[in-house]
């Protein structure tokens, strides 16, 4: 079965850093392009970005470029998101997606999510 | 403000079919495929639709999706009670160089 597996719930204070992450399993991690997608509570779905884990070529969504950072260690079939410094409008339920059909196509399967909240 | 537009409410009686439309540009929906979601309360979104009008295995084929021009719309029929749920298209732009998602429609199941 293809499952992505994401860490756990965290709670931070502004100005910390973090790192999430999302590990795949049942299939060939290093072929498919692996995404992040931002929802903050009780709004709709935002597209971060995305990272290719063969070669790690990363693309960032406009909105999500500089405010954080997608990697990948293929060894251990995991992508990770980070932050350096946390704001409260990080306060969101973070999903990772695997993209199938390249980069035009679909979202499947999505991890668990992971709620990050960020207090002041 | 997304760039794929959606009504952000839907409603039917059971049994009754119901459409939820996504509107985009030429760079978007107008030139690349489109997918869409449904997010059950409290749970992660899982992929109902592919490539417009595909099925993944397991999704139930009271569930179809079109595409013309610029435009992309999920049918329900046979509606359910269990299929109350928020509703959300995607497709790649090319302009943005990234994915882009509607903003999601609430189906209401009266």
């Known amino acids: 079965e293809v499952q992505l597996v994401q860490s756990g719930a965290e709670v931070k204070k502004s100005g910390e850093s973090l790192k999430i992450s999302c590990k795949g399993s049942g299939y060939s991690f290093s072929t498919y392009w692996i995404g992040w997608v931002r929802q903050m509570p009780g709004k709709g779905l935002e597209w971060m970005g995305i990272i290719y884990p063969g070669d790690s070529e990363t693309r960032y969504s406009p909105s999500f470029q500089g405010q954080v950072t997608i990697s990948v260690d293929k060894s251990l079939s995991t992508a990770y998101l980070q932050w350096t410094s946390l704001k409260t409008s990080d306060t969101a339920t973070y999903y990772c997606v695997r993209a199938v059909g390249g980069t035009s196509g679909w979202f499947a399967p999505w991890g668990q999510g992971t709620l990050v909240t960020v207090s002041s | 403000q997304s760039v794929l537009t959606q009504s952000p409410s839907a409603s039917g009686t059971p049994g009754q079919r119901v459409t939820i439309s996504c509107s985009g540009s030429s760079s978007n929906i107008g030139s690349n495929s489109v997918s869409w979601y449904q997010q059950l309360p409290g749970t992660a979104p899982k992929v109902l639709i592919f490539?417009?009008?595909q099925r993944p295995s397991g999704v139930p084929d009271r569930f179809s999706g079109s595409k013309s021009g610029t435009s992309a719309s999920l049918a329900i029929s046979g509606l359910q009670s269990e299929d109350e749920a928020d509703y959300y298209c995607?497709?790649?732009?090319?302009?943005?160089?990234?994915?882009?998602f509607g903003g999601g429609t609430k189906l209401t199941v009266l």
């Open positions: 995607a497709s790649w732009d090319d302009s943005l160089n990234g994915w882009v």
């Open positions: 490539s417009n009008n």
